[in-house]
């Protein structure tokens, strides 16, 4: 009896360890069974490098962007400017761009399921819907012309980004020799990952704290010439601009007001609205998460917190990151999340939108913020540019230390019936009115007919 009790125990002991086993097998297989069968080294996906299968990409307007079959991969775009402006959300073979669906949905593409694997004669694949619109993301590329740049679009309403473009970008289909310096990041998707100088975009986050913080903001007089004096150093302004108030400081941009106005903000302050614009945070955008910006004042005294106010000093910010705070505005304080893999997420964005975490200000200041920046249009840039979009911007010239600045125009339609919110950045791409705000014109055009 004592060695049968002994022998039932060992066989317990087995069972249990090879429940164990199996459980950890299963486990492992839940977990990393996509990363495996997507690996190069599956010869049953991969041909000669190139992954094979069943699926396709199309672009919201339903242009078949790549397609998979038994033979390979291929750009299915017929021309080579759509494959350009679209190889960032696309991808490329060797997963080199992080962003690229190619990379992101592989598994989905070759046409792999959990239940049959890649064999059952029942997979179709799959297709992957972005909801980048072809036509706005080839009138955005084209519009650089030989800048490098970010151009993002997206509807403030449902998150959906009709744009991604970054260039430097290439032909997928007629790759060339990518060592050079003219490709320099050509990989970085300088919407998502790209972190640069703001300039003077920088001084809507400066207003808000402003708006909200000083009493008499409105009534209060600046003078310029040609710059101001803090504290015995030369903060230096674009302009001339004399007596000048709060709301024509932002329309003319004038450093001379916004270092006055940023110390009176003090650093406290400005830190915090900052934060809450979430320009040292990261967001996930279908599934990728977005470089930090950067911003500090610890070592900064007035004169670095006067040019940290204006979007110079050390800030750095991501273009994504911008063009949520600027769906926040439009949106009366609350960002809705981008995404440009069409899912589910329409929904759960559609929900997220008012909820109080994803508040970056209030309405009341949201509301004049976006007043603001409509008289800068109206006053200052030309409304009749936009083809009565209703247009709410600021621009931006970001000194930088390298070439000429960086140009930009950041802003959104005011028009419910085109919720559209943009960013647009030309490197080295000189002043924001003359070179980013042409750009913004044409990648606005085709996109108000994309959301129509
Ligand atoms: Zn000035």
Redesign the pocket.
Known sequence: MKRIGRRAKILVVVIVYFLVCLCVLLGRYAKNAEKWVVHPANQDVYQNGVPTGKGTVLSKDGTVLLTLDENGTSYAAKDALLRKATLHAVGDLNDNISTGVLKTKKAKLIGYDRINGTYSPFSLGDSVKLTIDAETSKAAYQALGNYNGAVGVYNYLTGEIICMVSKPSYDPMDPPDLDGDSYKGVYINRVVNGVYTPGSVFKLITSAAAIDTIDDIYDQT?T?????EINGEWIA??????E?SFEE?LA??????FAEISNQVGKETLLNYVQDAGVNNQFSISGIKTSKGNFGLSKADEVGLAWAGIGQYTDMVNPMQFLIYMGAIANGGTAVTPYYVDSTAKLLNQVKLGSKENRMLSQDTADQLKKLMRNNVESEYGDSRFDGLSICGKTGTAEVDDGRPHAWFVGFSDDPSVPLAFVVVVENGGSGTGTAIPVAQATLKAAAKAVE
Do not use: Q
């Open positions: 600046f310029c010439r040609g710059g101001i302004c674009t302009g001339n601009h004399g000048i400081a003319k941009s004038c450093n001379a007001a």
